[in-house]
Structure formats: structure tokens, C-alpha cells
């Protein structure tokens, strides 16, 4: 049955996939924008509601509106500019969420399907995956403002009749990817040797199609009413293998130098960049066997048709 489905930050990253693939699957969409000018290709209705704040009249955004999917948030960036990194975060991700749950449970909408991240779990896996039985262990203000965030959703929904459904995936990437995977695929098209070939680790991602098409069966399936899912492409690559199969997208070979994973370690550490390090040299591993078992959902694209697209996209830009 098709349903009228909000989502937030509709023009970010996620947001136009979304959009686009609940249109596919004939859905009506009203799409939450911080400012119209940027609406540009979006499918349904657009609704401006300006920047993200505690205080932000949604009312015109849920006219009608069945589920919402909230994307819209603060996201953690590498270099840090608020004098306090933790109120900023709470302020958007805490409050203004919060005042979005109010305001969906008053217009009576069904259902509220919330975009957490796998850094509610923490940074980092040993011997096990992250699993959502797992206690929460935030290590930053970004993770910690998510965790209270999806706290503040559960007493929201218990107090009335307003399913709950939290996402928490890691890493997204896909065409129109920023960051430290931008990053990571202009030091591979520039040939630049990177120290990385001894690294022995194992990542979860998930393409950007695949994140869709989970939040898709979140926000429609009858069960995921009152569960937290972790959600990824369903295969880890090591950080060598991920380079090696950019440069393969791109036409390129990878530079891998194998320098000992200690030797990077404490390079990074004298350089005051160890968290990025981690990020390179650490694992991180979900166990997205729970979306699959309760909602009977898996990927629609492999690893390697996501990373293909990706590298597509990449080389169009050029």
C-alpha cells in the first residue's frame, strides 16, 4: 500500500536516494528542504523549513504524512569549529529531533523511522561484530548526541501510539560521496602512495541505493515497528582491498606501500592524527543479520557494483 512519506534533509546525500527510490516504488513524497533553491530533480511535494533548529514549525511538513523518515541532523565532521562541539550536536540532533517526534505524534502520523549511526555503538570492533544488542558506547560528541537522540524517541513513542523504527549504518558511500572517502579515491586517481598494504583490517559500509532500500523497507514493512537495525552492504573489506577496487572503478592502479600497521600508529600519534589513522588501519564490523531475519531484507547491489557506480561518478566529475 503506498503511503505519504516525509523525509527530512531530502536534498542531502541519502536524502535524494531516498526520495528517489520511494517514488520508484510509488510512494508520495514530501520532501523537507532547508531551502527550496536547492530542491532541484526531487520527486513530490517540496516543503521548505529552513535551517535546522529546536523550534522548527513542521506543521505544514506533515500535513497528511504517514511515516516520517529523519535524516536532517548535525553530522560529525573532522575539524571542529563550535567553542562546544556537544551543545551544538544536542541542540539539532537531540532537540530538534525531539521536537519533530512531538509534532509527528500530535499530527498523528504512524510512524517515525530515525537515521542514528553505528557510532552509538563506538569506533571500533575486535573478535565480535556490532550487533543492536550490544551496550551503547559512544566516543564522541556526534555519537553521543545520536544515543540521547534515539533515548528521547523511545519515551516519545511509549508515551503514545508513534512506532519507532532506529537505523544505525556505518559508513555510506556511493555517487556524490564527501569526506574522507572524496578524499580517499583523489589520492588514488593521483597515483599518491599510500602506506596501507600491510593493514589487515575489515570495514562495513553500505552503498548509498542499498541504505535507500533499507529505509524504504523500515518505514513500510509491518515488523520494524519497535526495532533498532544495523545495516550494511553484508561484505567487510580490508582498507587495501577497498583502495584496490577504487583504483580498478577508476582505471587505475593502487600505490600500496606496505608500511607495518605500529610504524603508522605511532606516526599518526606524534602527528596528532590518530583518530583518522584508526579510521584507515582499525575494523569496524556490523552483524546486519537483524533487518534481514525480522523484515526479510537484503542488499539490492553488491559491494562491487556499489563501489563501480561510485567510481563512475567520480571519473564523470573529472
Not at 542531502?12 to 532547508?34: Q, S, W
Request: hydrophobic residues 45%; positive net charge.
Amino acid at each position: 500500500m503506498a503511503e505519504k512519506i516525509l523525509v527530512t534533509g531530502a536534498n542531502g546525500f541519502v536524502g535524494r536516494a531516498l526520495c528517489a527510490e520511494l517514488a520508484r516504488r510509488g510512494h508520495e513524497v514530501v520532501a523537507a528542504v532547508r531551502d527550496a533553491r536547492h530542491a532541484a530533480g526531487l520527486p513530490g511535494r517540496t516543503v521548505e523549513v529552513g535551517t535546522l533548529r529546536p523550534d522548527t514549525d513542521w506543521s505544514a511538513a506533515l500535513e497528511g504524512v504517514d511515516v516520517v523518515v529523519h535524516l536532517a541532523a548535525r553530522v560529525h565532521v573532522m575539524k571542529e569549529n563550535a567553542s562546544d562541539p556537544l551543545a551544538a550536536f544536542r541542540a539539532l540532533n537531540v532537540a530538534a529531533t525531539q521536537r519533530l517526534a512531538d509534532a509527528a505524534a500530535a499530527a498523528r502520523v504512524k510512524r517515525f523511522v530515525y537515521v542514528s549511526s553505528i557510532k552509538v555503538n563506538g569506533e571500533s570492533t575486535h573478535e565480535l561484530p556490532f550487533t543492536e544488542a550490544d551496550r551503547a558506547d559512544p566516543q564522541d560528541p556526534y555519537g553521543l548526541s545520536k544515543w540521547e537522540a534515539e533515548q528521547a524517541l523511545w519515551m516519545i513513542a511509549r508515551a503514545g501510539s508513534l512506532e519507532l523504527t532506529i537505523v544505525r549504518p556505518p559508513l555510506v558511500y556511493g555517487p556524490g560521496v564527501g569526506g574522507n572517502f572524496l578524499r580517499l579515491m583523489h589520492w588514488v586517481q593521483r597515483g599518491i602512495p599510500l602506506p596501507l598494504g600491510s593493514i589487515k583490517n575489515r570495514r562495513s559500509m553500505i552503498y548509498n541505493d542499498n541504505l535507500a532500500s533499507a529505509l524504504v523497507a523500515c518505514a513500510t514493512h509491518p515488523a520494524a515497528a519497535g526495532h533498532t537495525f544495523l545495516v550494511s552492504d553484508g561484505m567487510e573489506l580490508s582498507t587495501p582491498d577497498l583502495i584496490r577496487r577504487l583504483g580498478e572503478g577508476m582505471g587505475v592502479p593502487a600505490r600500496l606501500l606496505p608500511v607495518p600497521a605500529g610504524l603508522l600508529t605511532m606516526g599518526a600519534t606524534l602527528a596528532r592524527k590518530a583518530a583518522e589513522v584508526d579510521r584507515l588501519t582499525g575494523s569496524l564490523v556490523i552483524d546486519g543479520s537483524g533487518i534481514r531475519t525480522v523484515l526479510g531484507w537484503s542488499p539490492p547491489f553488491s559491494v562491487d557494483e556499489g563501489l563501480k557506480a561510485t567510481a563512475r561518478w567520480f571519473a564523470s566529475m573529472r
